[in-house]
């Protein structure tokens, strides 16, 4: 899957949701939609890294301090 497909979906899903919200104006969007992208990108990358923490913070771009303090936030460690 491409980057813009990726994009279109989340476009897509986007534009569901303020359907779905009748007029009602969000709060914290983006929070929101960090929060429920970033548990199931962590999941795959670990999962895909067989659980090497090293390995998951270099392809996500991250510090591995930092990633190993998402994965605790998420309860994935």
Same mark, same amino acid.
């Not at 929060?35 to 510090?63: D, F, H, Y």
């Given at each position: 899957?491409?980057?813009?497909? %990726?994009?279109?979906?989340? !476009?897509?899903? +986007?534009?569901?949701?303020?359907?779905?919200?009748?007029?009602?104006?969000?709060?914290?969007?983006?929070?929101?939609?960090?929060?429920?992208?970033?548990?199931?990108?962590?999941? %795959?990358? +670990?999962?895909?890294?067989?659980?090497?923490?090293?390995?998951?913070? +270099?392809?996500?771009?991250?510090?591995?301090?930092?990633? !190993?303090?998402?994965?605790?936030?998420?309860?994935?460690?």
């Amino acid at each position: 899957m491409s980057k813009k497909n %990726i994009q279109d979906i989340v !476009r897509q899903s +986007m534009e569901v949701y303020f359907k779905d919200l009748k007029g009602t104006e969000p709060d914290n969007l983006h929070e929101m939609l960090v929060e429920v992208v970033e548990k199931p990108l962590l999941e %795959i990358v +670990m999962r895909q890294a067989q659980g090497n923490q090293s390995k998951a913070a +270099m392809w996500l771009g991250l510090n591995r301090n930092t990633l !190993r303090k998402k994965l605790l936030a998420h309860k994935l460690i």
